[in-house]
């Protein structure tokens, strides 16, 4: 399921979507509102949910390089992960979503070369940027925060991020509207 072309065409159309809600969250962002987005980095439950998947899908992605005898302690290790990351980790949400967005690159990226996807160059040149902003999101986690205080403060700074937003929102749409073209 998860290697299939359907999924593929999913991630497309849904990061071309995330991309779309991006574009009109960074342009309401105003100074007036951004206490309300700049507690969004440490939120807890939205951090343990994005985690929780995060983990659930590194399991399987794992199988391959673990030893035959510890594929069974892989559940219960993601598990104590998880545990040990609501305890003992600070702004879970961005650490998460950087963690989100890693995995996201290298779905992207495998799929997109075993697929033979038209502009193939161009979505590995957005995968690289999506790649290295989640490494950054994860080592980090603070540039979220003041990521989101320099879109509220600054007209360049929102210009840029709705600009960044659309020119992903159109470029995954066209890639996936060309994938399903050629899988017709």
């Known amino acids: 399921m998860i290697n299939s072309p359907t999924f593929f065409l999913c991630v497309l159309f849904g990061v071309s979507l995330f991309s779309f809600f991006l574009i009109f969250w960074s342009g309401k962002l105003v100074p007036s509102n951004p206490e309300k987005w700049e507690a969004l980095p440490r939120n807890i439950f939205i951090g343990m949910v994005i985690a929780i998947i995060d983990l659930a899908i590194c399991v399987p992605q794992s199988e391959p390089i673990v030893p035959t005898g510890m594929i069974s302690w892989l559940v219960p290790i993601a598990c104590v992960s998880a545990w040990i990351i609501y305890q003992f980790l600070d702004y879970i949400f961005a650490r998460a979503f950087g ?21 193939k160059p161009l979505l590995s ?6 790649g290295t902003l989640g490494i950054f999101f994860c080592g980090k986690p603070y540039l979220m925060r003041d990521y989101i205080r320099k879109i509220a403060s600054s007209k360049k700074w929102r210009s840029a991020a709705v600009s960044i937003s659309a020119i992903y929102a159109i470029t995954f749409l066209i890639i996936g509207i060309l994938q399903y073209l050629q899988m017709r």
Do not use: E, K
């Not at 963690?99 to 799929?111: E, K, R, S, V, Y």
């Open 125 to 130: 040149l957005l995968c690289f940027a999506i």
């Open 99 to 119: 963690g989100m967005l890693i995995l996201l690159a290298h779905f992207l990226l495998f799929a997109s070369f075993s697929l033979q996807t038209p502009g």
